[in-house]
């Protein structure tokens, strides 16, 4: 939050015309951030409320975007590990040629010839047991998701404060141009009375030359105050992502004077208890805490043994094998004699004659590709036990630094929050500042503003040098130029309390 002070300086100082001294050294204020996006074809037409500017920029804005992606990586990586709980399941498959003297890969026959060989296998393998560094590894990531969505809405909320605090500075100088552009009137007036006076005798010629010189300064003013417009609105156009400043207007709101508020009164620890629930960057803080914790556990789970369960099943196929297979039958049938029982009981042929009919020949042909599939099925199962004893230390290391992380991840969240309750007290403190610097100038410009009319009525009557009379001018001149600048600097530092507080930023 501490830029958004910068800012604000910026806001202070850097649009100031108030009189000729102040406008030759006022610095253009560089954007609140670079300008980030890709171009757009065409400006929007309109003049520009700050709720549209702000839209707008959160819809363009690169750094947004780039948040936007770094959370969908960390979705990702949420999503692979809670994948990682499931089996994992593989199918492969291979084919090869083997020439000359070569072991069978099915046979494992050494062979002269050459062979084509399949293989195809599936494998299936899931983690019983691993110290609950699976589910300690969802838990972590879960959480650094949830951290990374909040870095979104703290980039949009930075982001909505830079093109507000871009709208204000474009408001205050317009209203510096408008000012500025009285003042010349006024002092043209002048120089034509003076010319008047002159003619008529009333007043010496060194009068006319004061107040001509008077003209030239306010006008030098009115250019000094336009070339600030111009860099305010251009700052506003490149925080927004637009092609163009050309043809760029905003919607000036009805800005209530700080004198019509209450005076503030500071409450920084009611403020920083409500911001501290609120703030995105405070919850992310506690949410990376939580993750470092859960990189603890994921690396004490090293300690304790690591127990899996696989499954596969193979089957491959090999040219060189062979098959008996009956292809054909013999030429010849045979005839067999039948026997019948003889006088002593031994048998002895009869007339008779059995016709044995033709046998197969069986032959050795190559094994078929889906007959070896079938043939050559394998299946196993298996357990796997994995106990950790010696290994570098790197267990006992790894815990060591996931230990130093959860303190500085503790350090970092301690020191957001001390960051946020500095921006708050100086919030408060600059805001009351302010609002009391407001009241104070505004006095001195309703005592300067008499003081000059009392004096333009002498120098019209010929009683007052043109010296004396621009010095009178000039003072009135400066007054109303801190009054300008501590109004809007209440009213920015005002938004700044209400962000903190939960309110919508809106002018």
Excluded: C, H
Excluded at 253 to 281: H, I, K, R, V
Excluded at 292 to 306: F, K, M, T, V, W
């Amino acid at each position: 939050m501490k830029r958004f002070y910068w800012l604000l300086m910026s806001v202070s100082a850097g649009l100031l015309a108030d009189g000729s001294a102040r406008a030759q050294t006022t610095t253009p204020t560089a954007p609140a951030q670079p300008p980030a996006g890709t171009l757009r074809a065409a400006t929007p037409t309109g003049p520009w409320t700050l709720q549209r500017a702000i839209d707008y920029a959160l819809q363009n804005n690169l750094t947004v975007r780039q948040q936007q992606l770094t959370s969908e990586l960390q979705n990702a990586t949420l999503r692979q590990s809670r994948a990682a709980l499931l089996p994992s399941a593989n199918i492969s498959g291979t084919q090869a040629w083997n020439y000359g003297t070569s072991l069978d890969p099915l046979t494992n026959d050494f062979v002269s010839q050459t062979i084509r060989s399949n293989n195809f296998s599936a494998n299936s393998q899931v983690t019983l047991f691993s110290g609950f560094q699976l589910r300690n590894t969802v838990k972590r990531n879960a959480l650094d998701s949830q951290a990374s969505g909040l870095d979104i809405e703290k980039s949009r909320n930075d982001l909505a404060l830079n093109v507000a605090s871009a709208f204000l500075q474009l408001v205050l100088a317009e209203e510096l141009v408008r000012t500025n552009e009285v003042r010349v009137s006024s002092t043209q007036a002048q120089v034509e009375r003076t010319q008047k006076l002159l003619r008529a005798g009333s007043i010496p010629e060194s009068n006319l030359l004061d107040i001509q010189a008077q003209l030239a300064s306010d006008e030098l003013n009115v250019i000094t105050a336009q070339n600030q417009r111009d860099l305010a609105r251009l700052s506003l156009t490149q925080l927004l992502n637009l092609p163009s400043p050309t043809g760029f207007q905003i919607e000036v709101p009805p800005l209530a004077d700080p004198d019509d508020e209450p005076l503030l009164e500071a409450d920084p620890d009611g403020t920083y208890q409500t911001a501290q629930s609120l703030l995105p960057e405070i919850k992310a803080a506690d949410l990376r805490v939580r993750s470092a914790q859960s990189s603890l556990d994921i690396a004490r789970g090293g300690y304790y043994p690591r127990l899996a369960f696989g499954a596969g099943i193979f089957t491959g196929f090999s040219s060189s094998r062979l098959a008996r297979v009956f292809n054909g039958d013999s030429t010849d049938a045979v005839a067999v004699p039948v026997f019948q029982p003889g006088t002593a009981g031994q048998p002895v042929p009869s007339q008779y004659f059995l016709l044995q009919p033709k046998q197969a020949i069986p032959e050795l042909l190559p094994s078929s590709f889906s007959s070896q599939l079938k043939d050559n099925l394998g299946k196993s199962l298996q357990f796997s036990l994995q106990i950790p004893i010696l290994n570098g230390l790197q267990i006992r290391t790894g815990v060591q630094r996931a230990q130093i992380n959860i303190q500085q991840q503790e350090l970092r969240a301690e020191q957001t929050r001390l960051q946020l309750r500095q921006s708050i007290q100086q919030a408060y403190a600059d805001a009351i500042a302010a609002q009391r610097r407001y009241l104070s100038s505004r006095r001195q410009v309703e005592a300067l503003t008499t003081a000059y009319r009392n004096a333009e009525i002498r120098f019209n009557n010929g009683l007052l040098n043109g010296t004396e009379f621009n010095i009178a001018k000039n003072n009135l001149t400066a007054a109303e130029s801190t009054m300008i600048q501590a109004k809007y600097e209440f009213i920015f530092r005002r938004k700044v309390l209400d962000f903190y507080q939960g309110r919508p930023i809106q002018l």
